[in-house]
């Protein structure tokens, strides 16, 4: 049950990881941003648990199709802006990355709920994972920085594409 749990969280909360170097990328990997992207995720995930057996009569499609275009949208976005990258990032956009990266924990969330029972441990870990990879992606994200050639290879368009690619299951 636990390795079930432990495993599927870690998996769906990856994509956080090429969020966290795309913010990086684009000098918006501050902690307030940080924070209040993983308070979204958090509450969605908690909220999920909470509500799990409403939940199950509704979602019933490919919701990781959804958010892999979404992502791919912010990647076409960002590579067409042309170096017009903002110093800071608007409330707005950091709740709708919140709210893509919790779309997968969220059916992770609902189906372990629902196949081991109530175990806090679900949304617990699918928060704390979003949160790990968000930090461990902007930390990546900084050592590339240091090197002009690598910086342009991974452009934070680039690193939605990716995330869009790991959505659609092509990664």
Known sequence: MYTAIIV????????????????KL??????????????VIATICFSAYLVAGLL??????????????AF??????????KGKEKETISLRTIVALGVLMSVDAVVATVVLTLEHGQS????????MGHLMFLLVGGFIARLIKTSKKTHKIFSAGCLFF????????IL
Do not use: C
């Not at 994509?15 to 795309?22: E, I, K, L, R």
């Not at 684009?26 to 308070?39: A, C, D, G, H, M």
């Not at 791919?72 to 802006?81: E, K, Q």
């Open 120 to 127: 806090i441990l679900t949304p617990t870990l699918a928060s």
């Open 72 to 81: 791919l949208l912010l990647g076409i976005r960002h590579l067409f802006s």
């Open 26 to 39: 684009q000098n918006n990997f501050k902690p307030r941003v940080v924070f209040l992207i993983s308070l």
């Open 56 to 69: 199950t009569e509704y979602i019933n499609f490919q919701t990781s199709w959804i958010v892999g275009f």
């Open 162 to 169: 990716i995330a869009a690619l790991n959505f659609l299951g």
């Open 8 to 23: 599927t969280t870690m998996l769906v909360s990856i994509d956080a990881f090429f969020v966290g170097m795309a913010l």
